[in-house]
């Protein structure tokens, strides 16, 4: 099991940035991909970008590729997710959530997931 803590939301202007920081402890992180998924009010739970621990892989959702990039921190055990060019439209709360040896396209739904945070809120005004 791992524990997973996420920060660094907040309420921006659209065009503005964000980077999400996703701190993660426990066991066999060595086997785990770990990924960010948001949920806004009245919607269901949706894959944004998910990174293999040894950074290897990365993938994304078509509508956030080019504007969010996903990547580690190795000294902290840390998974980022900076957002660039932030829409209306990407308001929600942002989970980071873990999972073992998983592929594309299982990785891409949040059933796949044992392991969460609390979750942290990204709010875009125009």
């Known amino acids: 099991q791992a524990q997973l803590v996420e920060s660094g939301g907040g309420s921006v202007q659209a065009g503005d940035s964000l980077t999400l920081s996703c701190a993660v402890a426990g066991r066999t992180l060595g086997m785990s991909i770990v990924s960010w998924f948001r949920q806004a009010p009245g919607k269901e739970r949706e894959f944004v970008s998910g990174?293999?621990?040894?950074?290897?892989?990365?993938y994304y959702r078509d509508s956030v590729k080019g504007r969010f990039t996903i990547s580690r921190a190795d000294a902290k055990d840390t998974v980022l997710l900076q957002m660039n060019s932030l829409k209306v439209e990407d308001t929600a709360v942002y989970y980071c959530a873990r999972t073992l040896a998983s592929r594309d396209p299982q990785l891409r739904f949040w059933r796949t997931y044992s392991d969460w945070g609390q979750g942290t809120q990204v709010t875009v005004s125009s």
């Open positions: 990174i293999t621990w040894n950074g290897a892989h990365t």
